[in-house]
């Protein structure tokens, strides 16, 4: 034990050294876009259109968002209020419902005429949290729930999806 806090404590100057010579996340260009969009959202209501880049998951896509005429930067939007198994997954089953909710997601988005609203600030950087819509789905996050993709999130905490992999979504 002691051999390991002795370890620890020389460690500490070399940790404050790399934190402060090499860029944080929170410094890219990513996090300052993200940060960017939620600051200039305006009302819950307001409507932005997006350009749907890539889906990187059953609840997260990045698209450049279009806030004012040449003011369109690229950023990673989560839809809000829902939890989506992981494509890192812990389990074969939690592999296969992360892919099928990512399809899930890609054919919603597919439908065209994409806009986010009820922008936030997402507890990562990088990212926003944020309502979305298309021109046939008024609600992004509740078409994923009600099709059995996603379970409801309201922040905290997220239990796993292995334990009860069979009986939370369709395969």
Same mark, same amino acid.
């Given at each position: 034990?002691?051999?390991?806090?002795?370890?620890?404590?020389?460690?500490?100057?070399?940790?404050?050294? +790399?934190?402060?010579?090499?860029?944080?996340?929170?410094?890219?260009?990513?996090?300052?876009?993200?940060?960017?969009?939620?600051?200039?959202?305006?009302?819950?209501?307001?409507?932005?259109? +997006?350009?749907?880049?890539?889906?990187?998951?059953?609840?997260?896509?990045?698209?450049? +968002?279009?806030?004012?005429?040449?003011?369109?930067?690229?950023?990673?939007?989560?839809?809000?209020?829902?939890?989506?198994?992981?494509?890192?997954?812990?389990?074969?089953?939690?592999?296969?419902? %992360?892919?099928?909710?990512?399809?899930?997601?890609?054919?919603?988005?597919?439908?065209?005429? +994409?806009?986010?609203?009820?922008?936030?600030?997402?507890?990562?950087?990088?990212?926003?949290?944020?309502? %979305?819509?298309?021109?046939?789905?008024?609600?992004?996050?509740?078409?994923?729930?009600?099709?059995?993709?996603?379970?409801?999130?309201?922040?905290?905490?997220?239990?796993?999806?292995?334990?009860?992999?069979?009986?939370?979504?369709?395969?």
């Amino acid at each position: 034990m002691f051999v390991f806090c002795v370890a620890a404590s020389t460690m500490l100057p070399v940790r404050d050294w +790399v934190r402060r010579w090499l860029p944080s996340f929170a410094d890219s260009q990513a996090a300052r876009d993200a940060e960017m969009v939620w600051k200039r959202a305006g009302s819950p209501d307001m409507r932005y259109g +997006v350009d749907v880049i890539r889906i990187i998951d059953g609840d997260t896509f990045e698209a450049r +968002v279009h806030l004012s005429p040449g003011l369109d930067p690229t950023t990673r939007i989560r839809l809000r209020g829902i939890d989506a198994p992981e494509l890192k997954a812990a389990c074969p089953e939690e592999l296969q419902m %992360a892919e099928a909710a990512t399809e899930a997601l890609r054919g919603l988005l597919g439908q065209g005429d +994409v806009a986010i609203y009820n922008i936030g600030p997402d507890k990562y950087g990088g990212r926003v949290v944020a309502d %979305a819509a298309t021109k046939r789905t008024s609600n992004l996050s509740l078409a994923m729930l009600a099709a059995g993709h996603a379970r409801s999130y309201g922040g905290g905490h997220r239990s796993g999806w292995c334990a009860n992999a069979g009986q939370s979504m369709p395969r």
